[in-house]
């Protein structure tokens, strides 16, 4: 389906400029002296970069079907991770080349959502925060509270995030998946 500019919406993707985008941010600029034009924020979905684009009232573009499906992510594979489909128990390899954000956080066994575009895997939706284990960081100091500077901590899945003084090795922590942020303790 064919839109304009003036159909843009946040959360909206898109197919231009040979990739598909999603809108993050859009607004309608009307000077005092010519056409209106629409300043946005995309995000391409098969690279993660982010780009500023002005939209003028002829552009057209499609508006791209993307679907998101849940799975399981069972194990690793070569270059890639095997995912079962919680539906159809179908599984499917994807690269992980498609996962880099998610890899950080990914245990096996976590339910995922999977965005597709058709049959091309876009990438993958985890939860809004994961309990992980500290495997390394250096010993925690008595009396400190979570206002302190923060150490250096190493999860189970290999990520390293900054962790209130007072966490020690074998601990369980809440982590935010968007930014990999601590949390607290699980």
Known sequence: MAIGMNDLKTGLTIEYSNSIWRVLEFQHVKPGKGAAFVRSKLKNLRTGAVNEVTFRPGDKFEQAE????????????NDGRVFMDTESYEQINISDDNLKHALKFMLEGMEVK????????????????????VTETQ?????????????PATVETGATITVPDFIN??????????????KGRA
Do not use: Q
Request: charged share 20%.
């Open 66 to 77: 993307i679907t998101t499906r849940p799975m399981s992510y069972l194990y690793a594979e």
């Open 114 to 133: 999977i965005t597709m575009y058709g049959s091309e895997v876009l990438g993958a939706e985890l939860p809004v925060s994961v309990a992980l284990k």
């Open 139 to 151: 010993p925690g100091i008595k009396g400190a509270t979570a206002t302190g500077s923060g150490k």
């Open 169 to 182: 090795e074998g601990e369980t922590i809440i982590v935010n998946t968007e930014d990999g942020s601590y």
